[in-house]
């Protein structure tokens, strides 16, 4: 009966504690700058670069002789891609997606693979064995013919943008490993005396998976979580290979990485501009995923 | 166990059934056909075609053609590769995607273990730094980008490796692939193994070793390794089998005559019984793996029991 | 940040390497030893039967194992005699007799006569081999009768079949069934117009007035098969390198499937001691940045056509080593003309008349187009020269079609669709930003998997404007013509005009050449003016070869006769250029 209210009290003070931890992580903080000064430049800098110079993802010069690829130069601080279009406002344009893409598609594998792996974890058994056979048949089934699919079914008349529909096909896939993961963790866990102290104590099923259990899976969670951002972002490249990406003239992260691969030898600012900018995110967010996790960390919570 | 096993290997049976029956169903969902092509053709020569594969019988036909073909081991005979039966491609390209996947794979984990352990074990030193920097670096850097970068470097400006193609296991063909294709998974391993050992380091069972005083290599290769690697094990088995199945980027990039190559054209060309033997092949290894991994959770963690 | 200043050092060493001194030529320029080619084919062919595939990489390889009676010249594509010594036609082109050569003979040793040229075409049209070709061989008599499983109507009572002119008139079974007092009689592969005189000699009977047919002849379609292997082996089993027989310069060695096939010399070839080259390697590849790594490495020695990254061209055309011709293929946006709003001409002319093609042109490093057919191609063709860049006009049109107010454009209704490639999405962004800029109104583009394309294209399931073009299957206007020269009107695009047929019909009775290109050219203009098709630019031949090669020729369609291809070691007979044409 008393348990109640000392839950309460440890809920609040998990997550304010966890903060004070982050902000004492130096290279966590550093992230979290650069994560949103990312954020900031991809929302607003288009605009600016409009405003200041004219300049778009999309516009291509009128004069012939412009539509070519130009180093960077103070007018494109970011050089020209092939069709004469200033880098820097691709980039920045490419980041508004990859990050938008990246991000909730994480946060849909996240929420579906952490339900689903912890249900199967706990439960056991029977259901634990129906639930993972179906995320082998879900593994197995081609994703290139899902997404064909997709795509013909809705993506040609229906009012569906294409932006949900490339979330709908990331998160049908990313959640997949997330689940194997934290069932793996859970199985490990669920007879550790905590657990069994909880359930002797007859607290209900779903509060121990997610009071008890849950905490004490984050750690290895997080950690694939900055995994799958950077492979959600991978994905959307191929997915643009496909035609289920992003539509041109638009551009994300992966696709200029992709072109600017094919023309390194030629003009190599097509890839060092968006691949440096790439990494640098990837290395925030992943600070910053490290830093969530020690301060997340129930262990460390102890100490 | 055993009996959890032998069950296990039964129901294998009727979920790679499965798997195929709702990727054929998918192939008939998707638009067009293995004969469209640039030039609409007249109807009586697509009549003719349909004829040719069976296509013009009712659907419950084919599919049961189809199951009973694949209950006897037999995927038929490619529509877009005339006269190449599906196990004969099969054959021939699953010793390319295996011999690149498997080396990439025991490459991944032996550094990828080592790396990841080293730096949990030194928390916060200069070690965990560079491992862990290093390990992002080979997941920021995506395959297409990576395998040719070092095309250009060791191929085109140092002469030491063939810059593409297939020239038998061993070789020297063989290198670049393996180094591109394990990279990232080298750098999961790494992430999964350090963020697993902090875990287990920090257990009281470990406390309690450590108490009775044992030396911390054996504290780590006796005890520490075993719970610490339960999320590279839960990763690996998927892991292994998309490795050894062909991976298509890096099949294309080194002009491999592998499996993952196979497949996306496969997929974009509507080769029916190619992709199903190819989905069939791969969802069996992806059930066997995981099987795998499940027996691996039993003897690493004897908490676990079926 | 350490890995990003290594990645930087990585990138400063290569892109340095990238930029070295150089001879003038992309990589190196050792010649192998021998005379062995190592060539660079495309996409893995389908097939080696010459009947099957229609893809240009699967021709290529055919080339060299198979020999029609007519092959491509090395230069011009025209026909040269190949296992027909001669031939000869009639007045209105309706008959041709072609004399075999007496040594031609297959790699097993038989002699090749002319009951096998009957048979290769006999095959290629039976209903069961269900080639996609076999619409190339339907100017002869009754060809497309017995393909399509076609009948002939006899009367039951006098025995005399129903008649069209001077033929038979071919009925699907169920038209001639319901005539009353006709019985159905099947087309066999004996009433087809391909018969052999004698041993060497083979006629030809036509349908109708086909000037082009001996230009059609070196297509993969019509070359001679071996019979007794095919019949033996069976269509699936024959091409295996342990089965096959061939009729041409080279014989399978070995074929690994996405790796490699190994050609040699055929020494029952009958012009076998001409032939150069002891064995060709085509290797089957997809990505180009993967084929230059291999052609700069020395790995290959030439490749086929569009390998060079558009990319690249800026640096590449300037290199000696690079084959950049005009090249028989169109690219064009073609029209859904049944949907509103591009089913008024006007809007569609804007349209067209708002692209800067010079300027696309420039960007893609080819040709304008500016008529559907290509330009400087086929001689004596007229050049077509009204379809200007004209901003001013094309905006004076959207205003009478009553768009002056852009915002009353239904933006939504239009979108711009191709299939999924880099030079496709290239020219889209272009075309977009040129209609954005010069019209103010954007369209949306959109991009889909080729099958998913083809499909929707195909039934006319898509919104304003699809992507197109067209490799000619022969050297003649017609075959891009022949694209709206469709009974039914299939062509994706909604417009179909009987003149427009009417005129073609007329152009191909004509038996004047120039005549004959002037009522083409009439035709062509009836498809300009219906605007259902906006041409766009006339692609390069753009690929590579090292100048040790030679006897390979930068021609319109990226046809090389192999046996006139060898190894020059000796560097002062190199080509230092595009080789003379």
């Known amino acids: 009966m008393s348990a109640i209210p000392i839950e309460v009290l440890a809920g609040t003070s998990l997550w304010r504690n966890a903060w004070h931890r982050l902000l004492r992580n130096r290279l966590a903080v550093l992230g979290m700058i650069l994560v949103g000064a990312m954020v900031v430049a991809c929302a607003a800098g288009p605009g600016i670069i409009y405003r200041a110079t004219g300049y778009t993802y999309d516009f291509i010069p009128k004069d012939s002789g412009l539509v070519k690829s130009f180093p960077p130069s103070l007018t494109h601080p970011m050089g020209t891609d092939i069709a004469g279009r200033d880098l820097l406002a691709r980039v920045l344009l490419g980041g508004r997606i990859s990050l938008m893409v990246g991000i909730i598609a994480t946060f849909v594998s996240l929420i579906i693979g952490i339900t689903y792996g912890a249900t199967a974890g706990y439960l056991g058994g029977k259901i634990d064995e129906a639930m993972m056979r179906a995320v082998d048949v879900l593994y197995s089934i081609p994703y290139m013919m899902i997404v064909i699919v997709l795509l013909s079914l809705f993506g040609s008349r229906s009012p569906l943008n294409q932006l949900f529909l490339l979330f709908l096909a990331l998160g049908a896939v990313s959640w997949l490993t997330m689940s194997r993961i934290v069932r793996g963790q859970v199985i490990s866990l669920k007879n550790q005396e905590f657990v069994l102290a909880a359930r002797a104590t007859g607290v209900s099923r779903r509060k121990i998976i997610f009071r008890h259990l849950m905490p004490n899976v984050l750690g290895p969670v997080i950690v694939y979580a900055t995994l799958t951002i950077p492979n959600v972002m991978l994905q959307e490249a191929f997915l643009s290979f496909l035609g289920l990406g992003v539509q041109a003239p638009l551009a994300s992260w992966g696709s200029l990485a992709a072109e600017g691969i094919r023309n390194i030898a030629v003009f190599p600012w097509q890839l060092i501009f968006p691949g440096v900018t790439m990494a640098v995110t990837l290395f925030s967010l992943n600070f910053l995923g490290d830093g969530l996790r020690d301060a997340l960390d129930p262990q460390t919570r102890k100490m | 166990m055993l009996k959890f096993v032998i069950r296990r290997l039964l129901s294998t049976f009727p979920m790679v059934l499965l798997v195929v029956t709702l990727t054929w169903g998918l192939i008939r969902l998707a638009p067009g056909n293995f004969y469209t092509g640039e030039r609409v053709i007249a109807p009586a020569i697509e009549k003719n075609l349909r004829a040719k594969y069976g296509f013009d019988k009712p659907w419950y036909v084919q599919y049961a053609k189809l199951m009973s073909n ?94 593409a193609r297939w020239d038998g296991f061993p070789s020297r063909s063989v290198v670049l692939p ?100 190819i989905v069939a092949f791969t969802s069996i290894a992806i059930l066997l793996f995981n099987l795998l991994v499940d027996i691996a959770y039993a003897f690493v963690d004897p908490r676990i029991r079926y | 940040m350490r890995p990003i200043i290594l990645v930087f050092c990585v990138l400063a060493l290569t892109s340095c390497a990238a930029s070295s001194a150089d001879s003038g030529f992309f990589g190196t320029t050792d010649p192998p030893a021998g005379q062995v080619l190592r060539y660079i084919s495309g996409s893995e062919p389908e097939s080696i039967d010459p009947a099957i595939p229609s893809g240009q990489p699967e021709a290529r390889v055919i080339m060299s194992m198979f020999e029609g009676l007519t092959e491509y010249d090395p230069r011009t594509m025209g026909p040269i005699p190949a296992i027909a010594e001669s031939w000869e036609n009639n007045a209105d082109f309706t008959e041709f007799t072609f004399h075999l050569r007496k040594n031609a003979r297959f790699s097993n040793g038989d002699p090749i006569t002319a009951s096998d040229v009957v048979y290769s075409l006999r095959r290629g049209l039976n209903p069961e081999t269900a080639a996609r070709n076999a619409y190339l061989a339907y100017y002869i008599l009754y060809a497309q009768g017995y393909n399509e499983a076609g009948v002939f109507a006899r009367d039951t009572s006098t025995g005399e079949f129903v008649m069209d002119g001077k033929f038979r008139k071919v009925f699907s079974e169920k038209e001639a069934r319901a005539l009353k007092g006709k019985e159905p009689v099947p087309i066999k592969a004996e009433d087809i117009g ?173 040709k304008p187009l500016t008529a559907f057919v290509p330009q400087g191609i086929f001689p004596g063709y007229p050049a077509h020269s009204e379809d200007l860049f004209d901003v001013a006009r094309a905006n004076d049109l959207l205003e009478e079609a009553g768009y002056k107010d852009r915002s009353k454009f239904p933006v939504n209704e239009v979108e711009l669709t191709y299939n999924t490639s880099e030079r496709n999405r290239q020219i889209a962004e272009f075309v977009q930003a040129q209609w954005k800029q010069n019209l103010g109104i954007t369209i949306p583009l959109k991009n889909m998997e080729f099958k998913t394309f083809l499909t929707t294209r195909a039934s006319l399931d898509y919104k304003g404007f699809a992507r197109s073009g067209w490799i000619g299957d022969f050297v003649d206007p017609v075959s891009y013509l022949n694209i709206f020269y469709t009974p039914r009107g299939d062509n994706g695009t909604g417009w179909w005009d009987s003149r427009f047929v009417a005129v073609i019909d007329e152009a191909n009775r004509t038996l004047d050449h120039q005549a004959r290109l002037n009522k083409l050219f009439e035709a062509e203009k009836m498809l300009l003016e219906s605007q259902a098709v906006i041409p766009l630019i006339q692609q390069s031949t753009n690929w590579l070869k090292k100048p040790y090669v030679k006897g390979m020729y930068p021609n319109s369609g990226t046809m090389h006769a192999w046996k006139f291809v060898y190894i020059e070691h000796d560097p002062s007979k190199w080509d230092y250029g595009v080789p003379e044409m």
């Open chain 3, 194 to 366: 391909v018969a052999a005189i004698d041993d060497t000699t083979v006629k030809l009977s036509l349908v109708q007035s086909a000037p082009f047919m001996v230009a059609l002849l070196p297509h993969q379609f019509f070359r001679v098969v071996p019979r007794k292997a095919i019949e033996k082996y069976g269509n699936d089993h024959w091409t295996r390198a342990e089965n096959i027989v061939t009729s041409g310069a080279f014989m399978v060695k070995e074929r690994v499937p996405y790796d490699k096939l190994v050609v040699v010399r055929n020494p029952m070839y009958w012009d076998a001691a001409n032939v150069k080259l002891d064995e060709i390697r085509f290797y089957p590849l997809e990505e180009e940045t993967t084929m230059m790594n291999l052609y700069k490495a020395g790995a290959v020695d030439a490749t086929y056509n569009h390998t060079v990254p558009n990319a690249w061209l800026d640096f590449m055309m300037d290199k000696k080593d690079y084959m950049g011709a005009r090249e028989m293929v169109n690219e064009y946006y073609q029209i859904n003309t049944l949907k509103r709003p591009m089913n008024d001409p006007r809007v569609r002319k804007a349209f067209n008349l708002a692209i800067d093609k010079e300027s696309l042109a420039k960007y893609q490093h080819v």
């Open chain 2, 178 to 277: 393996v180094i591109t294709l394990s990279a990232i998974y080298t750098a999961y391993v790494a992430r999964l193994t350090r963020s697993g050992m902090l875990e287990v380091l920090r257990a009281d069972y470990i406390r309690t070793a450590r108490a009775k005083g044992l030396d911390e290599k054996t504290i780590v290769r006796r005890h520490a390794m075993r719970g610490g690697l339960l999320p590279v094990i839960s990763f690996s088995g998927p892991a292994l089998a998309f490795l050894v199945t062909g991976t298509v980027v890096v099949e294309r990039i080194f002009a491999l005559p592998g499996m993952g190559n196979y497949f996306i054209n496969a997929n974009l060309n509507r080769d029916e019984p190619l992709i199903i033997g």
């Open chain 2, 70 to 163: 694949i209950v006897r081991g037999d995927f038929g005979t490619s529509l877009k590769y005339e006269g190449q039966s599906v196990n004969e491609i099969l054959r021939r390209t699953l010793p390319v995607s295996m011999t690149i996947g498997l080396l990439a794979y025991i490459l991944a984990l032996s550094i990828g273990i080592a790396a990841g352990t080293l730096a949990a074990v030194r928390q916060n030193s200069r070690v965990d730094y560079a491992s862990m920097t290093l390990a992002m670096l080979g997941i920021s850097l995506p395959n297409f980008v990576l395998g040719p970068l070092l095309v250009l470097l060791f191929s085109l400006v140092m002469y030491w490796f063939p810059p």
